[in-house]
């Protein structure tokens, strides 16, 4: 059954509720209950006369029907929704409003619809209504129901909930496992003012939304790759006009975004967690290859998209399971000026006019959608930067998958991937780079050969590597800490981290400057000179590129302000407490929880909720004094610390002068979280204590308290200073805090640098314990590579102890295609990819597994290798086959460098043929551009005779006399008609007698298959 769901009214910014507009359509995309799995979420907004439309739909996945249910806006509840403390008229309730509670977390509900809301109540986060029933058991927790008002009919509210320090075990489930939008409401302390005007003592607020594109600091967060949110403009009506005419024939469910008008697309995508903020400008068939590279946890699209005949674009981004969320657009689409607050405020090098509309539009959307996200707290980002497709090779999305660069394209596993054999990185950010980096190489040879001196240098100086990477170990992800700060999070932990960090960074510029000055001292040899002296410049020219003076104040203030001891002291209480707490937790749940139970829960296990203000209470818990701070962090510290320790001093006094009085020994001045201040004594001292104050507040058999109004005094005293030193701390911090974002560009500048570093020493491991070679690469276009290995498939063999044969690679003037044939499993498709993988690990900086290298710059790097059925999307082998050649013959250049394994394999033999032949017919005299191409058409090397600039190479079997065979790897010029398909069967373990039929039929084909 499917259940209507309304659609709420919801205002971005607060405005008087008389600017609410009277005429208003929603619409809500239901899934057909056949296609359960397929849930759109909908919402929209309009408000006044400068009506803007917002509407955020969350696709989970699409396809499916679409129905649309229009709901009139008499029907909604309207009102007072600025703010989120103004109530919505309770729904459903013929009697009652809800209690407090309950009504917030339902405006909240409608307010939000589209997200999931957690509410915090005292120590846990809850679920309501029909959140509680949907996912509870998604987030395998119980489920429970609670009473709206005690003693009314209406039914109990279904809940659910979980302690608040497990928010991020459950925002994982449910944002990164279910691709949910979560509104986290939190509970804010009501001032005195309003709480004696009748106000509830917390008034509950929706602090954020977290999106799989949003994510901030959660700690289920890969460290090692960016978690970024892209938003695509495209003008849809240059696009709508496409579509109508070149649907394909024959079918229209076929989607290649080559079918659609050539139009500029204007891409922009963040990361919020490390600032990261980057545009580009490309076409629309260049869109998949560009957001397979950008691997989007989120994307952001305009609503028009949503429509039908927009579908198929939606689609092609849908099939490589894109999460994607439809924003209505905004009347007045913001401008570049716009964006300017949301940056970092010491950007200086950020110039408007670079970006092209399509990044500004797309620029515009993103950062629209994430100020409401993050609703109203700030963000800086770092300053844009242009992705300028012309400086980068591209590398597309088939080769991406095809080449194993990220992950494998069997089960996309990480292991095994070309990533996973480099990821020698010690940081969390340099691996972040390194991935950046590997999925756009440069193209700028000055770019490439200054990472590659800089590797080089790494390889040559063990030393200066080994301090380098020692010293990287100890270093923090300082681009993820600061962005915690301009959200204002952060703690005294991170400011510690930071601190670390830059001095850290200190000691590696000294590192790199020693290096520097004692190469110096070594005379220049002049056969070399350009190239040494172009090599004894990278270090210093790095170094420069540090910024440390500022930040090492910062380091040296937080160091002098916070005490580590009493820090992971205070984090040892915290363990302990979170400890008892999950005891606790279950049993509340277990219970109708809510406030009321929370109270009931003993008293040390009473959470302490965090988003409220510390109160006198929260000074004095009983426990040793734990301070963050050390005492000298300011002068008013410096002073309640006096007062402070006076004021101990006057307590020792007291409890010894009250010892005496009544001659009680055992007499102890303590605090208790239920009898607050008190003289404990024990034994005989009690009658004596007893007989001066008669009215004790707690007794046993052999202990008993009284109040002693001396130190009721000197302990309201005591809690008024802890409280004044704790609100001093929390100041000093909100400095440190604010000084984190005054320096927090230089800092950025200086992780990236680090990143740079961290990545050369990976190639330099990695070059040393593989024997890669420094490459030479030029502006020309040929491939020169002698003795060529697969870096993966080597290391998989040398763990088996066996050993990779090398192979050449001379394409260029003489050669620019080689058509390869040979038996198989003889190694044509790692030799196709090994070359594809030497260029694209070349024009990233790194060192290449060859004897020599010699490689002209390549723009875009295609591969059509291996078939993977998309029958979902109705598209068959062939046709995926024929979509992906498609896209080669049309868009690779002359300076491309193209693998193709056999294409036309997934129909006969005739078509097979004939349409290989014709793919190589246009590489050789249309596109011009580098191509390996194996086959096992061996009709293919006869029909390309003609191609003067075509060679054609092999790979065999050696057999022995007594059956036993084995594969050379090795190329050899020829061509080679024996496949050897039977051996692999055999070794497969077909059964022998298949294996003997196949023997004979194959013999009878002969004849006829000779000329294939
Ligand atoms: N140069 C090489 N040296 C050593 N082993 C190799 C080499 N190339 C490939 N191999 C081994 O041979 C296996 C098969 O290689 P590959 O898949 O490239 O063969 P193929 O010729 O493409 O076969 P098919 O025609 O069946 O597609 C690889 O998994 C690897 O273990
Ligand atoms: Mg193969």
């Not at 927009?310 to 399971?321: A, F, K, N, P, Y």
């Not at 090795?970 to 692999?984: D, E, F, I, T, Y």
Request: glycine share 6%.
């Amino acid at each position: 059954m499917l259940a209507v769901r309304r659609v709420p009214f919801r205002r971005l910014t607060p405005q008087p509720s008389s600017c609410l507009s009277t005429r208003h359509s929603y619409s809500t995309f239901l899934a057909s209950p056949v296609l359960a799995a397929t849930r759109r979420e909908t919402f929209a907004l309009r408000i006044g006369q400068h009506s803007q439309v917002l509407q955020w739909h969350q696709v989970v996945q699409i396809r499916g029907a679409k129905r649309q249910v229009e709901v009139d806006l008499d029907d909604l509840p309207q009102g007072a929704i600025d703010n989120g403390l103004e109530r919505l008229p309770a729904q459903d309730d013929e009697d009652h409003e809800y209690p407090p509670l309950l009504q917030e977390v339902r405006n909240n509900m409608l307010k939000f619809s589209h997200c999931v809301v957690l509410t915090r109540v005292g120590g846990f986060y809850e679920l309501y209504f029909h959140h509680a029933d949907e996912y509870a058991p998604l987030l395998n927790i119980k489920k429970t129901k609670r009473k709206a008002v005690r003693g009314s009919k209406r039914p109990a509210v279904p809940m659910a909930g979980f302690p608040a320090y497990q928010l991020d075990r459950y925002l994982k489930i449910l944002v990164q496992d279910l691709n949910k939008h979560v509104a986290i409401s939190d509970e804010f302390l009501n001032d005195a003012v309003s709480k004696a005007k009748g106000e509830p003592a917390y008034t509950r607020r929706v602090s954020r939304i977290v999106t799989p594109g949003t994510l901030i600091d959660e700690h289920f967060m890969d460290p090692w790759e960016n978690n970024y949110l892209l938003s695509i403009h495209v003008d849809s009506e240059v696009l709508g006009k496409g579509g109508a005419v070149k649907e394909s024939p024959g079918t229209q469910s076929v989607s290649s975004m080559l079918n659609f008008p050539r139009t500029e697309v204007g891409l922009a995508w963040i990361d919020l967690s490390s600032g990261d903020f980057l545009t580009q400008s490309t076409d629309i068939a260049s869109l998949p290859s560009a957001v397979a590279r950008i691997k989007p946890r989120e994307i952001v699209l305009d609503s028009i998209f949503q429509e039908k005949e927009h579908l198929r674009m939606v689609s092609i981004l849908q099939e490589d399971g894109h999460v994607i969320t439809f924003q209505d657009p905004l009347e007045q689409p913001l401008t570049i000026s716009d964006w300017v607050p949301m940056l970092a405020d010491v950007v200086e090098d950020f110039d408007a006019a670079n970006f092209s509309a399509g990044e500004v539009a797309a620029g515009g959307s993103l950062l629209h959608y994430v100020k409401h996200q993050l609703l109203g707290s700030t963000t800086r980002l770092q300053a844009p930067i242009r992705h300028q497709a012309e400086d980068h090779m591209s590398i597309d999305k088939n080769s991406l998958r095809a080449l194993e660069i990220r992950t494998t394209i069997r089960d996309n596993n990480h292991e095994g991937s070309l990533l996973h054999a480099l990821k020698k990185t010690v940081t969390k950010s340099g691996t972040r780079l390194l991935t950046q980096r590997l999925s756009a190489p440069s193209m700028s040879l000055s770019t490439i050969n200054d990472r590659l001196d800089l590797v080089e240098e790494m390889v040559d100086y063990p030393q200066l590597r080994q301090d380098v990477i020692a010293l990287l170990g100890q270093t923090f992800d300082s681009l993820r800490i600061v962005t915690k700060f301009t959200v204002g999070r952060g703690d005294a932990d991170d400011l510690m981290e930071l601190s670390k960090t830059i001095f850290t960074t200190s000691e590696i510029v000294h590192v790199l400057r020693d290096h520097s000055t004692s190469r110096k001292s070594i005379l220049i040899d002049p056969e070399n000179a350009t190239v040494e002296l172009r090599r004894r410049n990278c270090l210093p020219s790095l170094e420069k590129r540090f910024e440390l003076m500022k930040p090492l104040e910062l380091a040296q203030r937080i160091q002098e302000a916070i005490d580590e001891e009493g820090l992971s002291e205070f984090h040892r209480i915290e363990n302990d407490e979170a400890a008892e707490m999950v005891d606790a937790a279950q049993d509340v749940l277990g219970r109708e929880a809510g406030e009321e139970d929370l109270k009931a829960l003993p008293k040390k296990l009473q959470p302490k909720p965090h988003m409220l203000a510390p109160s006198v209470k929260g000074a004095t818990d009983g426990r040793d004094d734990v301070w963050i701070m050390r005492r000298s962090a300011s002068k008013k510290l410096k002073q309640l610390h006096e007062i402070l320790d006076s004021l101990t001093e006057e307590k020792t006094h007291l409890e010894q002068q009250l010892r005496l009085k009544f001659c009680a020994q055992s007499l102890t001045l303590k605090w208790t979280p239920n009898l607050a201040h008190i003289a404990h004594v024990k034994g005989k001292d009690v009658a004596r204590v007893a007989a001066h104050y008669p009215k004790s507040l707690s007794s046993s058999k052999t202990t008993r308290s009284f109040q002693i109004p001396e130190w009721t005094q000197l302990g309201a005293r005591l809690d008024e200073t802890r409280y004044r030193i704790r609100n001093e701390e929390q100041r000093v911090l909100g400095e440190l805090r604010e000084e984190v974002i005054q320096n927090l560009v230089k800092i950025r500048r200086n992780a990236a640098v680090l990143d740079e570093l961290d990545v050369a020493c990976t190639f330099a491991i990695l070059a040393i314990d593989n024997h890669f070679i420094r490459p030479i690469l030029n502006a020309g276009t040929a491939h020169n590579i002698v003795g060529g290995r697969h870096p993966v498939v080597e290391a998989g063999l040398a763990d088996g102890g066996r050993k990779f044969a090398p192979n050449d690679c001379l394409l260029g003037d003489d050669e620019r295609i080689w058509l390869i044939t040979g038996p198989n499993m003889a190694g044509k498709s790692t030799y196709l990819r090994q070359n594809a993988l030497i260029s694209i690990l070349a024009q990233t900086g790194s060192f290449v597994p060859a004897s020599y290298a010699e490689i002209g710059l390549v723009d875009k790097v295609f591969s059509r290798v291996g078939s993977a059925d998309n029958l979902y999307q109705e598209q068959s082998t062939f046709m995926i086959e024929m979509l992906e050649t498609a896209h080669i013959l049309k868009e690779a250049t002359p300076r491309s460098f193209v693998i193709m394994d056999e294409v036309g394999r997934g129909t006969t033999p005739e078509d097979g043929i004939a349409v290989g032949y014709a793919c190589l017919h246009y590489l050789y005299h249309v596109n011009q551009c580098r191509t390996l191409f194996a086959t096992h058409f061996h009709a293919l090397t006869d029909l390309t005779k003609g191609f003067e600039k075509l060679g054609c190479y092999c790979n065999d079997v050696a057999e022995e006399p007594d059956g036993k065979f084995s594969y050379v790897h090795r190329l050899r010029k020829g061509v080679n008609r024996q496949s050897h398909a039977l051996k692999v069967a055999r070794v497969a373990g077909l059964p022998e007698g298949v294996v003997a039929i196949a023997a004979e039929i194959l013999q009878q084909l002969k004849p006829a298959s000779a000329t294939h």
